[in-house]
Nanobody, 124 residues
Framework: QVQLVESGGGLVQAGGSLRLSCAAS????????MGWFRQAPGKEREFVAA????????YYADSVKGRFTISRDNAENTVYLQMNSLKPEDTAVYYC?????????????????WGQGTQVTVSS
């Protein structure tokens, strides 16, 4: 079992920044790919970013590339999502999740454990 707790969401104006954190506990955190997904009202959950266990490879949705940065600290069992140049269309509940399979980083169905989510609201 892995428990994930997201934090750092909030209300920000367009063009602003937020840093989300996801603290993990339970089974070995460092062996998982960690991903961030988001879900806006009335929309399906979508992939945002992922990072491999070593932090050596990162993956981003086209919509956030160049604005968001994912990173992890295995010593602290924490993964981060730095979000810059935020847009109103980034408004959503953001979730972190673990992927023990090592592939399909953008496919939510391949993730094993999920956090409860943190709300990000970007005003125009």
């Amino acid at each position: 079992q892995v428990q994930l707790v997201e934090s750092g969401g909030g209300l920000v104006q367009a063009g602003g920044s937020l840093r989300l954190s996801c603290a993990a506990s339970g089974r070995t955190f460092s062996s998982y790919i960690m991903g961030w997904f988001r879900q806006a009202p009335g929309k399906e959950r979508e992939f945002v970013a992922a990072v491999t266990w070593s932090g050596g490879s990162t993956y981003y949705a086209d919509s956030v590339k160049g604005r968001f940065t994912i990173s992890r600290d295995n010593a602290e069992n924490t993964v981060y999502l730095q979000m810059n140049s935020l847009k109103p269309e980034d408004t959503a509940v953001y979730y972190c999740a673990t992927n023990s399979r090592g592939y399909g980083v953008s496919r939510s169905t391949l993730y094993d454990y999920w956090g409860q989510g943190t709300q990000v609201t970007v005003s125009s």
